[in-house]
């Protein structure tokens, strides 16, 4: 009984649990925009805090960097997607990739940031390797290659992330497009492999990525860890800008930082508006060269350079990770040498309280976390089945509203309202901060394969006398332990990753892996950067490695339940 009291209100907690703090921190972002912050003797409303922002000098770079890092690191990343899917979708190449990006999506941004960061700078592994037989470099050039002042590194960064997320998000698209079959048919009519999937298969499957794109362009326009780290720091760009405003001694400072954060929404908005345009664009003249009848001529050309690209790409983040674990056992290492002298283990023993203390910080927020994730997707996904309740489009818009709306627009505001009502800064803040960014993913993850499943199964038990919270817990859930899993494992990875939440909510008193990763970052030691990053790598990867090892030992004797 207690379950059907219940199950039916499930969604609509699940939302308020979502979306709740988000229009309670954009809430309390407006009111210091507008001038009213009790706590620093100022009562509003007024226009002050904008005044302020807008004669700051470093405005319009700072805006200028998050617009063009953003825009050109989504446009690069869909078209290496495309352009990969289109040529090679089907092939034994194909799925090698696919093998190879699919795990490198867990690595957190901030870990890949300093992985990458290590390869390209001037006494970077890239230049050790080439030095000094080819490049005649007996020292480090003076070059300005990590933090430029166009953002290049940082586009980059964002790249080398974003390719191995839209290349899941089109997987899982492609198997709603028919692609097989409409490429074939373009093949018979005299269309190459590239152009008859462009014709026929990208417009359906843009269609159902389209959603995941905005994201990932409201999020590489808004990042703040991988811009601490790649981006330029005079200015740097505009989120970054308002962390050192929020964490500014002067609390009248904060007031500008919230005028800033609206304008960050603002710019984030406008430019999903100039997306949106763009796409219609994009029809009218795909339209256009679909009627025109092109077969397509570079294809081979084309396909060949997208798939160095995408290799490129996985290859940045692996070798990023191995270059964390060596200079995390390095002794001595003096440029050009392309590996240490020695090898110690003195920077784990210096580190090892330090690393074990932030990681089972991080342990304890990340599990809670999806938990409580998962808990809430659970009685989300039975409530839809038992009462015939639909997830339509509104339904799905909400569900990616907080991954839309940048965190530098509500988390100020977000620890402001909870200061305001008493909330001490501490573990359970964080939580229900990181619970905003954790529960659409670990919806979206398991949503199909929850919807997937054959309902014969639940016919049969309930005719054998089983109720319906038995057909849940002894048959359903069972038969999905595998999709339940691995929808954890991504959880856990995004709720590790979490850097501006946990910073703003925690009020910095909170030191998880990211955060002390972060903090190391200005000093410059690679030694303990590379401890803490590879430290935060695995606490992301081992979630799903016991994903797969977990179904497979406990359906061992159960052929039919391994892939379930």
């Known amino acids: 009984m207690k379950s059907r009291r219940f199950l039916p209100i499930l969604p609509a907690l699940t939302l308020l649990a979502m979306l709740g703090p988000v229009l309670a921190g ?37 805006a200028r960097l998050s617009v063009t890092t953003g825009l050109l690191a989504t446009a690069i990343s869909l078209l290496i997607v495309m352009l990969i899917t289109a040529g090679w979708s089907g092939t034994p190449a194909f799925r090698a990739l696919e093998r190879l990006l699919s795990p490198l999506l867990s690595v957190p941004h901030a870990a890949a940031a300093f992985g990458l960061a290590f390869l390209i700078a001037p006494s970077g592994w890239i230049a050790r390797l080439f030095s000094p037989w080819l490049t005649g470099w ?52 005299g269309y190459s492999r590239m152009t008859g999937w462009l014709k026929t298969v990208f417009p359906r499957v843009y269609a159902q990525i389209k959603l995941p794109i905005y994201v990932v362009l409201a999020y590489a326009m808004s990042v703040v860890d ?75 050309m084309i396909s060949g350079v997208a798939m160095v690209l995408g290799t490129t790409s996985a290859l940045m983040i692996l070798l990023g990770i191995t270059i964390l674990a060596t200079w ?75 991954l839309l709306i940048p965190q530098i627009a509500f988390l100020p505001g977000l620890q402001t309202l909870f200061l305001n009502v008493g909330a001490s800064v501490g573990r359970w803040p964080v939580i229900a901060a990181h619970l905003i960014f954790v529960l659409p993913y670990v919806f979206l993850s398991l949503a199909d394969p929850f919807r997937a499943w054959d309902p014969r199964m639940g016919t049969i038990a309930a005719a054998l006398g089983s109720s319906p919270d038995r057909i849940l817990w002894r048959i359903r859930l069972p038969m999905l332990l595998r999709p339940i899993l691995t929808a954890m494992a991504v959880g856990v990875a995004v709720s590790v990753g979490q850097y501006l939440a946990t910073l703003l909510i925690g009020g910095g008193r909170v030191a998880t892996l990211t955060t002390e990763a972060l903090a190391l970052a200005s000093g410059g030691d690679r030694r303990a950067i590379g401890a803490y990053g590879l430290m935060q790598t695995g606490a992301a990867l081992v979630p799903f490695a016991l994903a797969l090892l977990i179904p497979t030992l406990v359906w061992r004797n159960r052929k039919g339940l391994r892939h379930g």
């Not at 720091?233 to 930082?257: C, E, F, G, H, Y």
């Open 328 to 402: 995390s056992f390095a002794a001595q290492w003096s440029f050009p040498n392309a590996l240490p002298d020695t090898f110690t283990l003195r920077s784990w023993m210096r580190h090892g309280p330090g690393t074990t203390d932030a990681l089972i910080e991080t342990a304890i927020i990340a599990i809670t976390t999806t938990f409580i994730a998962i808990t809430l997707t659970i009685g989300c996904l039975e409530a839809e089945c038992r009462y015939n309740l639909k997830f339509g489009k509104i339904g799905t818009w909400l569900l990616y509203l907080p």
């Open 138 to 189: 007996d020292r480090p050039p003076d070059l300005l290659i990590v933090q430029d002042e166009w953002g290049l590194a940082l586009t980059l960064g964002m790249i080398t992330k974003e390719v191995p997320f839209l290349l899941l998000m089109t997987l899982a698209a492609l198997g709603q497009a028919d692609a097989g079959r409409s490429v074939t048919i373009a093949q018979a009519l």
């Open 226 to 300: 991988v811009a601490v780290i790649l981006g330029p720091n005079t200015p740097p760009t505009l989120s970054v800008q308002i962390v050192k405003w929020m964490s500014d001694p002067d609390l009248a400072m904060r007031l500008q930082a919230a005028a800033a954060a609206l304008v960050q929404l603002g710019l984030v908005i406008g430019v999903l508006a100039f997306w949106w345009c763009g796409e219609r664009v994009v029809a009218t003249l795909g339209r256009r060269w679909i009627a025109a009848g092109g077969r397509g001529r570079a294809d081979r």
């Open 26 to 62: 954009l809430y309390g972002t407006v009111l210091p925009a507008f001038g009213h912050l009790p706590a620093a003797g100022e009562t509003g409303p007024n226009l002050n805090a904008f005044r302020a922002l807008f004669v700051w000098p470093g405005l319009a770079d700072a």
